[in-house]
């Protein structure tokens, strides 16, 4: 079955550390998609990235790097050099292209709430 | 664009009240769907929809209904609200379902 797991609920760090959120998942399909959201302490929900199961590549944008390994069924995400800004919710999140009727719902993860101290 | 709208912002009913949340989206995305977000939980699906006319439910579908006449609507309906109704509620609408989807800034109810 489908599952993310994001087995981080809370992290906390000191401005200008580096800090990886870690996210596994799983899936029955071929094909599938992962995404990151941040949810900020306002409530909205805002898209990061979108990955397809067929990219390994890593990503790097500007402070924020994901990391795609197959092998492990794992999409991390790192910040590297953190900002109060970046204090929010992440969410992890998998579809399947595939799989029966339900193709492109989103199963997230529980997330990972990061508060990043002055 | 406006992107995902979504109305209320917040409100709170009486158990077994009515009411319906509205989404809208004016990116002409055929995809659309409804999720609730409770503490501890992440989101999980209610319903979706991947055209007008069409949908189906999602993975809490119990105690909703939604309807999708139109390409840019998709509202919410609780027809007898309970207590565990009490969420936070996020629309969301991509161009297709194999696409990202975009969010809407949330409905928070409460049922007392």
């Known amino acids: 079955a489908q599952k993310v797991t994001q087995a981080q609920t809370e992290i906390s760090v000191v401005e200008k550390e580096d800090v990886t959120l870690d996210c596994v998942y799983e899936t029955r399909d071929t094909t599938y998609y992962l995404f990151w959201y941040k949810q900020p302490p306002s409530g909205e929900l805002v898209f990061l990235i979108r990955?397809?199961?067929?990219?390994?590549q890593n990503e790097i944008s500007g402070r924020y790097s994901w990391n795609f390994q197959k092998s492990t069924s794992s999409f991390n995400f790192t910040i590297t050099a953190s900002q109060v800004v970046d204090s929010a919710v992440y969410f992890c999140?998998?579809?399947?292209?595939?799989?029966?009727?339900?193709?492109?719902?989103?199963?997230f993860g529980k997330g990972t709430k990061l508060s990043v101290k002055p | 664009n406006a992107g995902v709208t979504q109305t209320p912002k917040f409100q709170v009913l009486k158990t077994g009240q009515s009411m319906t949340l509205q989404c809208a989206q004016d990116m002409n995305h055929e995809y659309m769907s409804w999720y609730r977000q409770d503490p501890g939980m992440g989101l999980r699906l209610i319903h979706y929809?991947?055209?007008?006319?069409?949908?189906d439910q999602g993975e809490v579908p119990n105690g909703y209904n939604v309807s999708r006449s139109t390409t840019e609507d998709f509202p919410l309906r609780l027809l007898s609200a309970a207590p565990s109704q009490t969420s936070v509620y996020f629309c969301?609408?991509?161009?297709?379902?194999?696409?990202?989807?975009?969010f809407g800034p949330g409905t928070r109810l409460l049922v007392l």
């Open positions: 990955r397809n199961s067929f990219d390994e």
């Open positions: 929809s991947v055209g007008a006319g069409i949908t």
């Open positions: 999140a998998l579809s399947e292209a595939n799989y029966g009727g339900s193709q492109g719902n989103l199963i």
């Open positions: 969301a609408s991509s161009l297709t379902n194999q696409e990202t989807q975009y």
